[in-house]
């Protein structure tokens, strides 16, 4: 399976190439579930996790309608300030490369990478969230209990992804 990071096309799966994640792994201290799997597997935990950043609600709109991924993102500042198939002409785009081009912010392909090694780390994670949404408050096997909060929705991303995405989460107010 190839990974390709490009998410201004129809083309692009997940936020992070393999080549960088393998660099974004020499940030992290333990790589037991990222060394132990082979590519094809990482490639799925990588779009796996992109599909999951996916979920959540982000400030502003995709740059460019026709892109794969959530991002890069535009921000108008009103409604007003979008010329007809011209989003990115007005308002702000959040992220830019030299030369003036929207771009994934690293911030969210190291996202990308943290999901994929939590989803590595722990392949029964979705279960628990199926459970835990189908009204399931705790569980025990072999001398381990879990109890969940009923009043709290289960989680989508591990806490170290959401803290790389919290700027760009939206607040308050309505999805454009």
Known sequence: MTVEATPLS??????????????FSLRVADLTAWSNADDATRGRALVQAADEIDTLRFAGTRYDSDQARQFPRFVADTAADWPAGKQHVSGVTWDLDDDGNAVVPNC???A???QAMSILR??????RQRDRHDGLTGQSAGGFNESYDPNRPPAVLCLEAMQQLKPYLLKTGRII
Do not use: I, Q, T, W
């Open 122 to 127: 722990d392949p029964e994670r979705m279960n």
């Open 108 to 110: 969210v392909k190291f």
């Open 112 to 114: 990308d990478f943290l």
């Open 10 to 23: 129809g083309e692009g799966n997940a936020y992070v190439s393999l080549p960088e994640a393998d660099e």
